[in-house]
Structures are given as C-alpha cells and as structure tokens.
C-alpha cells in the first residue's frame, strides 16, 4: 500500500524559509515523477515542482530561483525547500506520486503573512 506522508508546512513571515518533506512508503524507487502541488483558497490546484527517477526537475515560473526539490533515495523521501516566501505561497502543499497510477499525500498547510 502506497503512502505519502507530509510535514513541515507553517506559519512564516513573507521572505522567511520553510522545508516540506515528503516520506513514501514502501519506496520512491517505484515512482516515475514525485513532487508537490499547491491549492489557495478559491483556486484549482497547480503544479509547483517535480522531479523524476533520473533527477530532471521542473518548476512553476512563479517559484523558480526560490524553491529547491530534492529527493533522497535512500531516506525515500523528497523535499521542497522554500526561501523568499511571499503572501501568494499561501496554500495548502500536496505531495504527488506518479507511475501508472497517481497517488497524493493529505497535504500541509503552508501561510505566509506577517
């Protein structure tokens, strides 16, 4: 059974830091693309960033340069780490799995306001 279990979201001031970490059970290796989504209040969810099984990665234009995602084999475990967050990052962060089928985390909620 397939599991994706999220944590790091919070509360930080707009040009503060956080780290979302995204652990899969039983192991990344089976998945083609891992990443993360994002959903505001009022919008549809979209894709923030992903990475796959040979580690190219892809970013939405509006976090490049300030968002990083990495992912660890060994730990089976992907993170995003995010630096410059503005107001609009609000939302609440998903992670995503992908091979022949699609699997989301319960998500994380992340605010940034001062």
């Known amino acids: 059974q397939v599991q994706l279990v999220e944590s790091g979201g919070g509360l930080v001031q707009p040009g503060g830091s956080l780290r979302l970490s995204c652990a899969a059970s039983?192991?990344?290796?089976?998945?083609?693309?891992m990443g993360w989504y994002r959903q505001a209040p009022g919008k549809q969810r979209e894709l923030v960033a992903t990475?796959?099984?040979?580690?190219?990665?892809n970013y939405a234009d509006s976090v490049k340069g300030r968002f990083t995602l990495s992912r660890d084999n060994a730990k089976n475990t992907v993170y995003l780490q995010m630096n410059s967050l503005k107001p609009e990052d609000t939302a609440v962060y998903y992670c995503?799995?992908?091979?022949?089928?699609?699997?989301w985390g319960q998500g994380t909620q992340v605010t940034v306001s001062s």
């Open positions: 995503n799995a992908k091979n022949t089928l699609v699997y």
């Open positions: 990475v796959t099984c040979g580690g190219s990665t």
């Open positions: 039983p192991s990344i290796a089976r998945f083609y693309t």
